[in-house]
């Protein structure tokens, strides 16, 4: 009878569920039909989530290809096996579900976003989650050095250093092709030698140093 009639544009449901009833009025004849709206508020959650990267492409610029799916099996813990979820860039493309995100996705935005994962039970909503994308530096170290040993000095020994170029050389992990984990060690042999040297995040690039020999000088004239 349109006596409780309220506007469609903003409305807050009582119950769950609750159903609205919807007059369709043909204003020329007065002749109307009555629909019914069922709202139903899914219950369950998914989990927030994170992706880390070390920027392993090559650029250092805090973007890197990220696999969504990764995030799956997180955002999925403990719901039915009839779930499936999409990645969308903004919160409001996953409600309207618009421009959903493919397998494949890098980042926008430098070092860290978050996108938004829209959990589905068949043609219902379950839940929109975050999926927060991390990508994190490599140590700065100088990857290739040369260093000179002489051998007229053996057993004497000479020191080869990480190369790290920024940071606290106690914030890294090293380990050396001899099998050390200092940041520096001592040789008295010629050689190639590497050290990996990772950060606290995980992330890690290798070093490797070539020894040369020289020998004692001769004189050839006086």
Do not use: H
């Amino acid at each position: 009878d349109a006596s409780n009639n309220f506007s469609g544009d903003n409305y807050t449901n009582i119950s769950n569920p609750e159903t609205l009833y919807i007059q369709v009025l043909d204003t020329r004849t007065g002749c109307y039909n009555v629909s019914e709206l069922i709202l139903s508020i899914s219950g369950g959650e998914g989990q927030d989530t994170v992706l880390e990267r070390c920027d392993t492409d090559g650029l250092d610029d805090g973007f890197v290809n990220f696999t969504l799916s990764d995030a799956t099996s997180a955002v999925l813990a403990g719901l039915p096996p009839s779930i499936s979820v999409n990645y969308y860039k903004t919160y409001q493309d996953a409600i309207i579900q618009t421009s959903p995100l493919g397998t494949n996705y890098t980042n926008e935005i430098q070092n860290s976003q978050i996108i938004f994962a829209r959990i589905e039970d068949g043609v219902n909503c379950y839940g929109i989650n975050t999926v927060e994308l991390n990508v994190y530096a490599l140590p700065e170290v100088q990857i290739t050095d040369e260093f000179i040993y002489c051998i007229n000095e053996f057993p004497s020994t000479i020191t080869l250093n990480s190369g790290l170029l920024s940071g606290v050389f106690n914030q890294f992990y090293y380990i050396w092709s001899t099998g050390q984990t200092t940041s520096e060690i001592q040789i008295n042999q010629l050689g190639t030698y590497s050290v990996i040297v990772t950060n606290t995040n995980g992330c890690s690039k290798t070093r490797t140093l070539t020894v040369l020999p020289s020998d004692i000088a001769t004189i050839e004239m006086i």
